[in-house]
């Protein structure tokens, strides 16, 4: 794992690269998606067989196949066992208590005149959540998608999670089952955008396309993006922790490790002012590596993106976060919200030294999908707004039609275009 310091000569330069690393887009993967995307929406469920065949070792005569039955979901949920069930419910409920504080509702106002305007908000018709399967199943996942799209009343909510060799995950489905989920197609990668947002004869086409996933999925996402709505290009996951050095060093190396577990390629950071703070967090992490079950991916992630940063104060440390605009930002220090004040740029952040990265990840409330690559200048979570849509409303008086109307046929003319200022003029009479 990396160890910077700004006062290095080229931190910045050093900094750059360590961020620069995903947001390049990858042409290979590129031109590999595009190639499928042409593939589904030509041969439709033929291409969708072939390609669940191919990348995720599933093999079935018909796309029928695919899909699985609500009372499959139900008895998955059935089956589980209590513990996971009332911890699946419980974080249902936290996210969805969340979420419905964020419901907004149609307005209008009226003038004087009898002029009334206004904005109708409406749910999307039938939205499709991607489901991340490959290297782990997330059934979190499913409610951070679905939950939101239930709270603002979309029409029908389409899943797609991979089931890679077959391997169905009971927590998964029963997720689907407990938040609603209406279709459950066990496809993944960019054939699932694609039948998604092309539709095939199985799937059905969609109206907006939500969920994280990897290069293959965000490619994918991107390209079908303007034909279909799409959340965001949600990467590899990242967290950045600031720490003031009074935090249990073993408690910030977990909180790294919590992120790199997810990929190769994930990011997790720490900038500390304590140079002696770093050596202890540097030493748990290689007491504690060993013991992870996922200690390959871990130890790949950490060093292929990974780094520990001195920083020369806290105040640094928050000008190199919001330069970073990372994921997930811990404030493990004290006085964590005075230190919030000074950041603008993060996806969500953790405050004080109790606030672990992974109670957002589950069921603190918030939604763990977030902006990455440092979109967090100017993305925001996953929420119930992705899955409203607005339309404006203008009703003009007869009253206040030569009011507006006498100031629409000047800047029409002033545009050149008569026919819009005639339009205007015919409803009133300028004597
Ligand atoms: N931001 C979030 O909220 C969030 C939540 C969970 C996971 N994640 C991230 O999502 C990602 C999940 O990735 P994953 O791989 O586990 O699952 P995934 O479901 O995104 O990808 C699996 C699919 O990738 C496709 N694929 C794999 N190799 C391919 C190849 N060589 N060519 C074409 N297609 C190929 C296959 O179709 C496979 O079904 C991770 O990066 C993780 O960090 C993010
Ligand atoms: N940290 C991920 C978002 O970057 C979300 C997640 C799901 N399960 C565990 N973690
Ligand atoms: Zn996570």
């Known amino acids: 794992m990396q160890r910077l310091s700004t006062q290095q000569p080229d931190f910045d330069q050093r900094l750059a690269a360590l961020l620069d690393f995903e947001t390049a887009q990858n042409p290979e993967i590129d031109r590999t998606v595009a190639a499928i995307l042409t593939d589904v929406k030509t041969r439709g469920d033929a291409a969708l067989l072939d390609y669940t065949a191919r990348f995720d070792g599933v093999t079935v005569a018909s796309a029928a196949e695919l899909e699985l039955d609500r009372a499959v979901l139900q008895q998955a949920f059935e089956r589980l066992a209590p513990e996971q069930r009332q911890a699946l419910e419980a974080a249902a409920q936290r ?118 996933g990897n290069a293959y999925v965000a490619a994918a996402k991107r390209a079908v993006f303007g034909l279909v709505g799409i959340d965001m290009v949600a990467g590899p996951s ?23 577990e997810h990929d190769e390629i994930a990011q997790s950071i720490l900038l500390c002012p304590d140079p002696r703070f770093i050596d202890q967090v540097a030493a748990s992490i290689a007491r504690l590596l060993p013991q992870m079950p996922r200690r390959a991916i871990i130890e790949a992630s950490l060093g292929n993106r990974g780094a520990l940063i001195e920083v020369a104060d806290l105040d640094q440390a928050c000008v190199l976060a919001n330069r970073i605009a990372p994921e997930h930002l811990e404030l493990s220090v004290e006085s964590p919200w005075t230190w919030q004040a000074k950041i603008r740029h993060a996806g969500a952040i953790f405050l004080g030294r109790f606030t672990s990265e992974s109670l957002g990840d589950y069921c603190a409330g918030p939604n763990h999908v977030l902006p990455t690559s440092r979109t967090a200048r100017f993305a925001s979570p996953l929420g119930v707004y992705d899955f409203q849509k607005r339309s404006s409303l203008i009703y003009v008086a007869e009253a206040a039609a030569a009011r507006l109307g006498r100031v629409a046929s000047t800047l029409a003319h002033g545009e050149g275009l008569t026919a819009h200022a005639r339009a205007a003029e015919l409803r009133y009479r300028d004597d």
Not at 171 to 176: D, E, G, I, K, T
């Open 238 to 260: 990242e967290i950045l922790v600031i720490c003031d050095g009074h935090t249990d060093p073993d408690w910030i190396a977990m909180d790294l490790f919590s992120q790199a």
């Open 95 to 212: 996210i969805r208590s969340y979420h419905e504080r964020q419901l907004t509702t149609s307005w209008q106002y009226t003038e004087p005149d009898g002029t009334v305007l206004g904005q109708a908000v409406t749910p999307l018709d039938r939205v499709g959540i991607y489901v991340p399967g490959g290297k782990a199943a997330y059934p979190s996942s499913v409610l951070m998608n679905a939950i939101p799209a239930k709270v603002a009343g979309v029409g029908e909510i389409i899943m797609v999670v991979p089931t890679p060799r077959g391997e169905r995950n009971d927590l998964v489905l029963a997720a689907a089952w407990l938040a609603g989920v209406d279709r459950v197609f066990t496809v993944g990668g960019a054939q699932a955008v694609a039948a998604l947002a092309y539709g095939t004869a199985s799937v059905p086409q969609v109206d907006k396309i939500t969920g994280p």
